[in-house]
């Protein structure tokens, strides 16, 4: 079993830039491809941003242009460059393959808040 431990979130101010990282346990990483997820207090779990296993990456239209989604293999980590945070991307983040088929990790919580 996969486990996924997320990390880099914290408290900024709109405007704002953090990066998170996601790191995963065992030898298969490098065959999946990876998503950011993000859950927001009463509101359910989405997709915001996917990379495959050769590096192509699709994003959400909320977030299309300010974060960006890169991977390396060989250190089993997946990252969550956001910028220009607003307050509506406050959410706690998870990461997990694109099709959501590990268990879920404890997330990283970001507060966008002035």
């Known amino acids: 079993q996969v486990q996924l431990v997320e990390s880099g979130g914290g408290l900024v101010q709109p405007g704002g830039s953090l990066r998170l990282s996601c790191t995963a346990s065992?030898?298969?990483?490098?065959?999946?491809?990876m998503g950011w997820y993000r859950q927001a207090p009463g509101k359910q779990r989405e997709l915001v941003a996917t990379?495959?296993?050769?590096?192509?990456?699709n994003y959400a239209d909320s977030v299309k242009g300010r974060f960006t989604i890169s991977r390396d293999n060989a250190k089993n980590s997946v990252y969550l460059q956001m910028n220009s945070l607003k307050p509506e991307d406050t959410a706690v983040y998870y990461c997990?393959?694109?099709?959501?088929?590990w268990g879920w990790g404890q997330g990283t919580q970001v507060t966008v808040s002035p």
């Open positions: 997990n393959s694109a099709r959501a088929i």
């Open positions: 065992g030898s298969i990483f490098s065959f999946y491809g």
């Open positions: 990379i495959t296993s050769g590096g192509s990456t």
